[in-house]
């Protein structure tokens, strides 16, 4: 039985996994699971149905917003919210997100604040 909450962040950058932990650290006590490629955040998605992911759209192997419709199309994910955390900030991608079945778009730079209220209401505490 799960406990605590748990987060999926699919990024390629070592850094920015470390960085989007160390800030939603300060949001509540989660669960973390790392991926650097679509291929392996599919297959953890699968696997661990998390509570959130936090996915960026620019990452190997499958393309975010392919992966997006990929979690959504299984019935035991499909109902997971998803955060958008990326540079690729141009209105079709937006948009291309948000149809695929994105909660929420921030583009980076980001402010630490936003990410941890966009946690907190996607997971309900």
């Known amino acids: 039985m799960k406990t605590r909450k748990s987060i999926l962040i699919v ?3 070592a850094n920015i996994r470390k960085l989007v932990r ?3 650290k300060r949001a509540g006590d989660y669960e973390y699971l790392e991926a650097v490629d679509g291929r392996e955040g599919l297959e ?3 696997k661990y ?3 959130l992911i936090i996915l960026d ?3 190997p192997k499958i393309y975010g917003i392919e992966l997006i419709r990929k979690i959504k199309a299984h019935k ?3 109902d997971i919210p998803i955060i958008i955390l990326t540079s690729e900030t141009t209105y079709e991608a937006v948009e291309q997100a948000k149809e695929a ?3 929420i778009f921030m583009g980076k730079p980001f402010e630490p604040k936003d990410l941890r209220e966009s946690v907190r ?3 309900g505490n």
Do not use: F, Q, R, Y
Request: aromatic share 0%.
């Open 44 to 46: 953890k998605a699968l």
């Open 121 to 123: 209401e996607l997971l």
């Open 101 to 103: 079945g994105a909660d």
């Open 22 to 24: 160390v800030i939603i």
């Open 76 to 78: 035991e994910t499909k």
């Open 11 to 13: 990024d390629d950058s």
């Open 49 to 51: 149905k998390p509570d």
């Open 57 to 59: 759209l620019i990452i």
